[in-house]
């Protein structure tokens, strides 16, 4: 097709022209690393790739990931055990805060109880992983994605290099091995979420003491060391290892991009450890994916330890696959030359063009950690509005990983569970213009396809568009091309589609053929008085 040969055209110019600056800009990188890991204790696995931008920029992403389309993730962690929402262990700290309050009013003021001692309260007494997975599956996810650390610095499998973990406190399960047994029996790509290269900074929180009131100046538990837990629960354990505060504060403990004028930057110790601990989890549990929740890579760009670990990944595979690179690494905030060497990651939003390399977006229906809130105030994203995300993300090149909060004892709620299930319903009806499909010339017409909706540098663009029945998103699939409208025409009505000129044969998923006409101005579908479903409509044109 013409049409197609211009696109590929027009979107690699911009990545050929990006590509004359790229080594170059590798080279500025490499200068910037400071902070070299030690891999003599977890060896990355030699092979084709080195860790640098030049060796990694000749990566593909595999077919199998472009045609999953969807995965849904467990986001599941020690900050779920409150119920009280996303990052509960750095906000627990800043007195004003509702998870301040929140904390010190349902068990004691924060110089008595820390995070650590909600960790030591989760039990997760009900979970059943192959349950979970399976359902999932049922509903139409074609990979399963599991916290393995978060912000918080505590592991969910029995790591070598961090004490502070859930075979030992808290659970006292290996809850990364749960899952990956789940996915290896239901045979789903397992992919793990790493976090913690930020607990440096995210924890500086800890460090603290109120500024007023009767506990005025009484230091918060992210000061104890190992000394002070005599007794305690904790005897034996140093929270330091959880915490990460054996360091200056940092200016502005909220930095998140390593700036060395506003943060202190990791030492050495603190970068080996955090290398270590993933390829630990690597090693042992062989994710299909690995997502990264840093900008670029972790310790980015001062240290070398996200380059070794993607390299290590990157090689593994290979030799895993009879020399073909099946593995996927993600990152966020990347430059063009970076997405030549992992996947684009956009957190909670989208661009609002088709990228010329596969990506993904991941957001949620709820709040990252579980929110009891949601459910009280029912105010989870719809089924609807997550499939509205799924067909425009498909439209563009990309997958959609989407977290379903887990509750503290491992299930999740009746309302998360009726989301899930009418997803699953319209999956099984109009899967096929989802899977395996690839961004046609155009991604979309429409209001919203006309709209300017730019991301900000992570992302965090959802919902500033409304979708509309005129809102219509392609993909196709060999020569069939899948029309899908965001919001539902009344029965009976006309959808005009202005990129198509002319049909074989026009069929509505889910109910069957209708009639149409071509005209010059495009073409005209008739669609039928009952309606196959109240979500989005599918139109597969051949």
Same mark, same amino acid.
């Given at each position: 097709?013409?049409?197609?040969?211009?696109?590929?055209?027009?979107?690699?110019?911009?990545?050929?022209?990006?590509?004359?600056?790229?080594?170059?800009?590798?080279?500025?990188?490499?200068?910037?690393?400071?902070?070299?890991?030690?891999?003599?204790?977890?060896?990355?696995?030699?092979?084709?790739?080195?860790?640098?931008?030049?060796?990694?920029?000749?990566?593909?992403?595999?077919?199998?990931?472009?045609?999953?389309?969807?995965?849904?993730?467990?986001?599941?962690?020690?900050?779920?055990?409150?119920?009280?929402?996303?990052?509960?262990?750095?906000?627990?700290?800043?007195?004003?805060?509702?998870?301040?309050?929140?904390?010190?009013?349902?068990?004691?003021?924060?110089?008595?109880?820390?995070?650590?001692?909600?960790?030591?309260?989760?039990?997760?007494?009900?979970?059943?992983?192959?349950?979970?997975?399976?359902?999932?599956?049922?509903?139409?996810?074609?990979?399963?994605?599991?916290?393995?650390?978060?912000?918080?610095?505590?592991?969910?499998?029995?790591?070598?290099?961090?004490?502070?973990?859930?075979?030992?406190?808290?659970?006292?399960?290996?809850?990364?091995?749960?899952?990956?047994?789940?996915?290896?029996?239901?045979?789903?790509?397992?992919?793990?979420?790493?976090?913690?290269?930020?607990?440096?900074?995210?924890?500086?929180?800890?460090?603290?003491?109120?500024?007023?009131?009767?506990?005025?100046?009484?230091?918060?538990?992210?000061?104890?060391?190992?000394?002070?837990?005599?007794?305690?629960?904790?005897?034996?354990?140093?929270?330091?290892?959880?915490?990460?505060?054996?360091?200056?504060?940092?200016?502005?403990?909220?930095?998140?991009?390593?700036?060395?004028?506003?943060?202190?930057?990791?030492?050495?110790?603190?970068?080996?450890?955090? !290398? #270590?601990?993933? =390829?630990?989890?690597? *090693?042992?549990?062989?994710?299909? &994916? +690995?997502?990264?929740?840093?900008?670029?890579?972790?310790?980015?760009?001062?240290?070398?330890?996200?380059?070794?670990?993607?390299?290590?990944? !990157? #090689?593994?595979? =290979?030799?895993?696959? *009879?020399?073909?690179?099946?593995? &996927? +690494?993600?990152?966020?905030?990347?430059?063009?030359?970076?997405?030549?060497?992992?996947?684009?990651?956009?957190?909670?939003?989208?661009?609002?063009?088709?990228?010329?390399?596969?990506?993904?977006?991941?957001?949620?229906?709820?709040?990252?950690?579980?929110?009891?809130?949601?459910?009280?105030?029912?105010?989870?994203?719809?089924?609807?509005?997550?499939?509205?995300?799924?067909?425009?993300?498909?439209?563009?090149?990309?997958?959609?990983?989407?977290?379903?909060?887990?509750?503290?004892?491992?299930?999740?709620?009746?309302?998360?569970?009726?989301?899930?299930?009418?997803?699953?319903?319209?999956?099984?009806?109009?899967?096929?213009?989802?899977?395996?499909?690839?961004?046609?010339?155009?991604?979309?017409?429409?209001?919203?396809?006309?709209?300017?909706?730019?991301?900000?540098?992570?992302?965090?663009?959802?919902?500033?568009?409304?979708?509309?029945?005129?809102?219509?998103?392609?993909?196709?699939?060999?020569?069939?091309?899948?029309?899908?409208?965001?919001?539902?025409?009344?029965?009976?009505?006309?959808?005009?589609?202005?990129?198509?000129?002319?049909?074989?044969?026009?069929?509505?998923?889910?109910?069957?053929?209708?009639?149409?006409?071509?005209?010059?101005?495009?073409?005209?579908?008739?669609?039928?008085?009952?309606?196959?479903?109240?979500?989005?409509?599918?139109?597969?044109?051949?």
């Amino acid at each position: 097709m013409k049409r197609t040969s211009l696109l590929i055209t027009a979107l690699t110019l911009p990545f050929a022209l990006a590509a004359q600056n790229s080594y170059n800009s590798a080279q500025e990188a490499a200068k910037a690393v400071t902070v070299k890991v030690d891999t003599s204790r977890e060896p990355i696995h030699k092979g084709k790739y080195k860790p640098t931008w030049e060796s990694l920029s000749d990566y593909e992403c595999p077919t199998w990931f472009r045609d999953a389309k969807f995965g849904i993730w467990a986001h599941w962690g020690p900050q779920c055990q409150p119920e009280y929402g996303d990052w509960f262990a750095r906000r627990m700290y800043e007195q004003g805060s509702d998870a301040y309050t929140f904390s010190k009013e349902a068990r004691n003021p924060q110089k008595d109880f820390g995070f650590k001692d909600w960790i030591h309260e989760w039990k997760a007494e009900n979970w059943n992983p192959e349950k979970l997975v399976k359902l999932y599956q049922e509903c139409g996810a074609k990979y399963f994605f599991a916290l393995a650390n978060h912000h918080d610095n505590f592991d969910l499998w029995d790591s070598k290099y961090q004490p502070w973990n859930t075979t030992s406190i808290g659970p006292k399960k290996n809850l990364i091995a749960g899952w990956a047994a789940a996915c290896r029996k239901l045979g789903l790509p397992l992919g793990l979420s790493v976090h913690a290269a930020h607990a440096w900074t995210w924890y500086e929180t800890s460090r603290g003491a109120d500024k007023t009131g009767t506990f005025k100046g009484q230091k918060y538990d992210g000061n104890l060391t190992k000394a002070d837990g005599k007794g305690t629960w904790w005897d034996g354990l140093d929270p330091q290892d959880l915490y990460e505060q054996r360091h200056e504060l940092s200016k502005n403990s909220g930095e998140w991009d390593w700036d060395p004028a506003q943060v202190t930057v990791p030492d050495q110790a603190y970068c080996d450890r955090f !290398y #270590n601990r993933t =390829m630990d989890l690597i *090693n042992k549990y062989d994710p299909s &994916v +690995v997502y990264f929740d840093d900008t670029v890579l972790p310790l980015y760009p001062f240290s070398d330890a996200g380059l070794q670990l993607t390299a290590h990944l !990157y #090689n593994k595979s =290979m030799a895993e696959n *009879n020399g073909r690179n099946k593995m &996927v +690494v993600t990152g966020k905030v990347l430059k063009d030359w970076h997405k030549k060497a992992i996947v684009w990651d956009v957190e909670r939003g989208a661009p609002d063009r088709i990228q010329p390399l596969p990506w993904q977006t991941c957001t949620c229906i709820g709040s990252w950690h579980y929110d009891k809130r949601h459910f009280y105030n029912g105010t989870y994203k719809s089924a609807k509005t997550v499939i509205q995300t799924l067909v425009d993300v498909v439209s563009k090149n990309g997958n959609l990983l989407l977290s379903i909060p887990v509750r503290a004892d491992g299930t999740i709620d009746s309302l998360e569970y009726k989301v899930v299930r009418e997803i699953g319903a319209w999956l099984n009806v109009n899967g096929e213009s989802i899977y395996g499909t690839r961004p046609w010339y155009q991604f979309g017409e429409g209001p919203s396809a006309e709209a300017v909706n730019p991301i900000a540098e992570q992302g965090f663009n959802e919902g500033k568009v409304k979708y509309t029945s005129a809102d219509i998103r392609y993909a196709i699939k060999g020569k069939t091309i899948y029309a899908t409208t965001l919001d539902v025409p009344q029965a009976g009505a006309t959808v005009k589609l202005k990129a198509l000129l002319k049909a074989h044969r026009v069929t509505l998923l889910g109910y069957g053929k209708v009639a149409f006409k071509s005209s010059k101005q495009g073409l005209s579908i008739t669609l039928p008085h009952a309606l196959p479903n109240r979500i989005a409509l599918v139109m597969k044109i051949e």
